[in-house]
T-cell receptor, first 118, second 115 residues
Framework: GAVVSQHPSWVICKSGTSVKIECRSL??????MFWYRQFPKQSLMLMAT?????????EQGVEKDKFLINHASLTLSTLTVTSAHPEDSSFYIC??????????????FGPGTRLTVL | AQTVTQSQPEMSVQEAETVTLSCTYD???????LFWYKQPPSRQMILVIR??????QNATENRFSVNFQKAAKSFSLKISDSQLGDAAMYFC????????????FGQGTRLTINP
């Protein structure tokens, strides 16, 4: 159980275009979803936290207008990179969690999406 | 702000031997959660072990155990009988017990298993 999927797993786009990445919890209802960014050989950096039906909370330094997050349902969150540029190229990882006695604060991670902006 | 520090960028161990990965953290909270996550070459994050700060007993999961020293704010991971499949990046992470469940990750330690 507790499977999270991401789509696409790899995307290449031209500079100036927008790219949408989907994150789905397949077998549970995620009260909260998180989006991380990971540069090569570095750690995960939290970009934003989103709760179903409410606006995402962005971490300091993350551009809200550049990285649009929509958490439309308890099983789906999307990250849209708007007007992508080469410096946005990175590995994006989502995770999901839910409140429950056995899973306090545990996050279940998706397999990640590699974005390359040409 | 809460910070997590992993001072060992790389570690290596012989297969079947034991290795300990270090992690220290800084917090003013008394209740929180600590985690070790594994990221193999596939880059899928996998939870290795979790520790609740209010529990004095160290968590164990098969060959994985932690040494949780709350006063010293230290949370090391011991891997016994190391296997080739243990080769990965290991991240220590901190989470608040109340409010936002977000994770703060350390820099990571790359573990190599020598056959």
């Amino acid at each position: 159980g507790a499977v999270v999927s991401q789509h696409p797993s790899w995307v290449i786009c031209k500079s100036g275009t927008s790219v949408k990445i989907e994150c789905r919890s397949l077998d549970f209802q995620a009260t909260t979803m998180f989006w991380y960014r990971q540069f090569p050989k570095q750690s995960l950096m939290l970009m934003a936290t989103s709760n179903e039906g409410s606006k995402a909370t962005y971490e300091q330094g993350v551009e809200k207008d550049k990285f649009l997050i929509n958490h439309a349902s308890l099983t789906l969150s999307t990250l849209t990179v708007t007007s992508a540029h080469p410096e946005d190229s990175s590995f994006y990882i989502c995770s999901a969690s839910f409140r429950g006695l056995a899973y306090y604060n545990e996050q279940f991670f998706g397999p990640g999406t590699r974005l390359t902006v040409l | 702000a809460q910070t997590v520090t992993q001072s060992q960028p790389e570690m290596s161990v012989q297969e079947a031997e034991t290795v300990t990965l270090s992690c220290t953290y800084d917090t003013s909270e008394s209740d929180y959660y600590l985690f070790w996550y594994k990221q193999p070459p596939s880059r899928q994050m996998i939870l290795v072990i979790r520790q609740e700060a209010y529990k004095q007993q160290n968590a164990t999961e098969n060959r994985f155990s932690v040494n949780f020293q709350k006063a010293a704010k230290s949370f090391s991971l011991k891997i016994s009988d190391s296997q080739l499949g243990d080769a990965a990046m290991y991240f220590c992470a901190y989470s608040w017990s109340q409010g936002a469940q977000k994770l703060v990750f350390g820099q990571g330690t790359r573990l190599t298993i020598n056959p």
